[in-house]
C-alpha cells in the first residue's frame, strides 16, 4: 500500500527485456524473493526480485498469458500455469524443472488465458477460447465452443472432472 506521495519518489532498480517479444501481457508472481513471469514467446523466466537476475527460463508450447500460481509441493514449491495453446503445466519453481503438463482442451481456439485457483491439492483451471475472432471467415462453423472449469491433481496432473460453461448447442 503506496501512498501517492511514496508513488513519486520511486526510483527504477532493474528492468527486463523480453528477448524477441513484441509485447509482455503476463503479470508478474513474486515469492521468497524470486520473481516468475510469463513471456508472449512461452517463456517462463525466473528471476531474483533484488537484482533481475536470471535464475532460469522454460519454454511452454505457446505464449504464457496467464498469472503463474506457486503453491507447496512437499519440500519443493511449483508453478502453475496455462498456455494459449490448451496446455496446463506444473513447473519446480526452484530449478524450471517440467513436473507434467496436460492439454485441458481439443477445441483448436482454446486458450488459457486466467489464473488458475487452488484447493486442497488441486488446482482449478478456468478455460475460454478466441472463437468469437473467427467470425470474419465466413466458412468457421460459429458457436463450437462452450467453455469450461478442469480439475487437476496437483501432484501428478490427474484430470479430476471437467464442467461445461454452456449446454452443448442445438442441431
Known amino acids: 500500500r503506496l501512498s501517492i506521495d511514496q508513488v513519486r519518489g520511486l526510483k527504477l532498480k532493474w528492468a527486463f527485456g523480453f528477448d524477441g517479444d513484441a509485447t509482455a501481457f503476463a503479470p508478474p508472481t513474486v515469492i521468497d524473493g524470486q520473481v516468475f513471469v510469463g513471456s508472449a514467446g512461452g517463456v ?63 477445441h483448436d481456439s482454446t486458450r488459457l488465458t486466467a489464473g488458475p485457483t487452488v484447493y486442497g491439492g488441486t488446482v482449478y483451471v478456468p478455460v475460454a477460447s478466441w472463437e468469437e475472432t473467427r467470425s470474419a471467415d465466413l466458412a468457421y462453423p460459429c458457436c463450437t465452443f462452450r467453455g469450461s472449469v478442469v480439475a487437476l491433481r496437483i501432484r501428478d496432473g490427474k484430470r479430476l472432472w471437467k464442467t461445461w460453461m454452456t449446454d452443448v448447442p442445438p442441431a
Open 44 to 106: 517462463v523466466h525466473a528471476m531474483r526480485a533484488e537484482t533481475g537476475c536470471l535464475q532460469w527460463v522454460f519454454q511452454a508450447n505457446g505464449p504464457v498469458r496467464s498469472s503463474i500460481r506457486v503453491v507447496p509441493l512437499g519440500s519443493q514449491h511449483v508453478l502453475l500455469f496455462g498456455d494459449m495453446t490448451r496446455w496446463f503445466y506444473a513447473v519446480a519453481a526452484e530449478t524450471g524443472k517440467l513436473l507434467w503438463k496436460v492439454q485441458v482442451e481439443t
